[in-house]
């Protein structure tokens, strides 16, 4: 097992996920200011083992790995912020083993992690702590969190090779909008 290449964040401070409606649509993002910018620092930061850019390795990853149509990994297809490099408009979520993640938004929801599907699965379905499972696919609703006046999912990202070595992940939220389903579907990424 590979050596964490960036402290781990304690679970009592978890990166924060959250559910904005934008106009009639429903996105996520990783919180701006310090969350996304340690995401946009581990995508940017050298893989210990290939002497790239992480954000290199996944794309090499992704194309050994492909199964559908994409030949990057999804959040490319946003482009990059204007004036900002190589930073994405769409921030994908890196995760290292042992840490937290808590998903927030303003109305009732429910999440869905799946293996990405556009390449070949070569490990978990389920990558947190807890899971009875972890072939079977993580999914929980929202609970509602009086003190902040938010729905909230909280997980923990389980240790193990079967986790990092499946590295691709998807997200799905379908957010009850006044009891209308809409959906956003977000990346995520399990890493050391």
């Not at 993002?29 to 910018?37: L, Q, T």
């Not at 990059?80 to 929801?109: C, D, K, W, Y």
């Not at 807890?130 to 006046?149: I, K, R, T």
Request: glycine share 6%; proline share 9%.
């Amino acid at each position: 097992m590979l050596a964490k290449q960036f402290p781990v964040r304690p679970a009592i401070d978890p990166f924060l996920v959250v559910l904005t409606k934008q106009g009639q649509s429903w996105e996520e993002a990783i919180k701006p200011g310090r969350d996304e910018d340690e995401m946009f620092r581990r995508l940017m930061s050298i893989d210990l083992v290939s002497q790239k850019t992480k954000e290199e390795t996944y794309k090499d990853k992704w194309k050994v790995r492909r199964r559908g149509k994409r030949d990057k990994p999804r959040y490319h297809e946003h482009g990059t912020v204007p004036g900002h490099g190589n930073r994405p408009v769409h921030m994908p979520i890196i995760m290292q083993e042992e840490e937290s993640i808590r998903f927030l938004g303003p109305a009732p929801f429910f999440v869905m992690i799946i293996p990405e599907p556009e390449v070949q699965q070569v490990g978990t379905t389920n990558p947190f702590v807890g899971a009875l499972d972890p072939n079977v696919p993580f999914c929980e609703y929202a609970q509602f969190d009086s003190a902040a006046g938010q729905y909230f999912v909280q997980k923990q990202v389980r240790r193990g090779d079967d986790v990092v070595n499946q590295l691709f992940m998807k997200m799905i939220f379908v957010i009850i909008d006044d009891g209308d389903p809409k959906i956003a579907d977000p990346d995520f990424i399990c890493d050391r």
